[in-house]
């Protein structure tokens, strides 16, 4: 089974990497893959693409391996990754931190099938969980694919449901676009957090100066210039393609 999503690999061992892009080959095609050999490109790469996987050696000429993958961590927390290495001996510092997997290079592919085995497991414990946010002094437990959208609205930050019910909660919008974009919630706009697959189509104004998306109850929201190519990369990820065109009256 084929591996859906970008996979991003960041090595400076040109040798190394040719064996790593083999073995990915067997789970992913080429057009998936991105490489580079520089942490500052990688970084570059999470802000402007849908990455969906890191493959990441720990050493490298700019930074380690382990500053990136505390960036990740601080935000780009919906994105896993895993640790290359040529030494066994940085697994046991490795695991200070969150990745998925850690593999020894060169990568082994019957290994590298356990890693994405990892990884889909991952997203198919997310696909079903819960969220507990806290409304007050209570804690709410919600189904990710129930929310409408999320909103900060005079300085207060409410979740609104699609049956109609809503919770103010006390966290900020950063923090839960760390929680939920595990969920596939995108942020739009600084004020707005929304689940891409409630998203039915993306306007433009006539000289494309300002954008806005519809949601499945027909509720609009603000798409902010800054976003919205990530929001079309994100939203081609999943399948939903764009088309130029205009509409018949």
């Known amino acids: 089974m084929m591996f859906e999503g970008l996979v991003l690999v960041v090595d400076d061992q040109p040798i190394a990497v040719e064996d790593s892009i083999a073995a990915l080959k067997h789970y992913v095609s080429e057009e998936q893959i991105l490489y580079t050999a520089y942490a500052s490109k990688a970084v570059q790469f999470m802000d402007t693409r849908p990455v969906?996987?890191?493959?990441?050696?720990i050493e490298m000429p700019?930074?380690?391996g382990f500053a990136l993958a505390a960036h990740i961590e601080e935000y780009h927390k919906e994105i896993p990754y895993v640790f290359l290495t040529g030494h066994a001996d940085f697994a046991a510092e490795s695991y200070e931190y969150e990745p998925v997997d850690f593999l020894t290079k060169p990568v082994d592919v019957m290994r590298l099938?356990?890693?994405?085995?990892?990884?889909?497991?991952?997203?198919k414990s997310l696909d079903g969980g819960k969220v507990a946010v806290r409304a007050g002094q209570d804690?709410?437990?919600?189904?990710?694919?129930?929310?409408l959208y999320i909103c900060k609205e005079k300085r207060k930050v409410w979740i609104r449901l699609k049956e109609g019910k809503e919770y103010q909660v006390a966290s900020t919008l950063d923090e839960l676009e760390r929680i939920f974009c595990d969920y596939g919630f995108f942020r739009c706009h600084q004020s707005?957090?929304?689940p891409m697959g409630?998203?039915?189509h993306v306007n433009s104004s006539r000289f494309g100066q300002t954008y806005?998306?519809?949601l499945d109850d027909k509720t609009v929201v603000p798409v902010s210039r800054s976003k919205y190519g990530k929001l079309k990369s994100e939203l081609e990820v999943l399948g939903i393609p764009f088309v130029k065109g205009i509409i018949s009256k």
Do not use: C, Q
């Open 52 to 57: 969906s996987l890191v493959f990441l050696d």
């Open 62 to 64: 700019d930074t380690s």
């Open 113 to 123: 099938g356990k890693t994405f085995e990892r990884v889909s497991k991952r997203r």
């Open 139 to 147: 804690y709410v437990l919600v189904e990710p694919k129930e929310i």
């Open 192 to 194: 707005f957090l929304i």
């Open 198 to 200: 409630n998203i039915k």
């Open 212 to 214: 806005e998306a519809t």
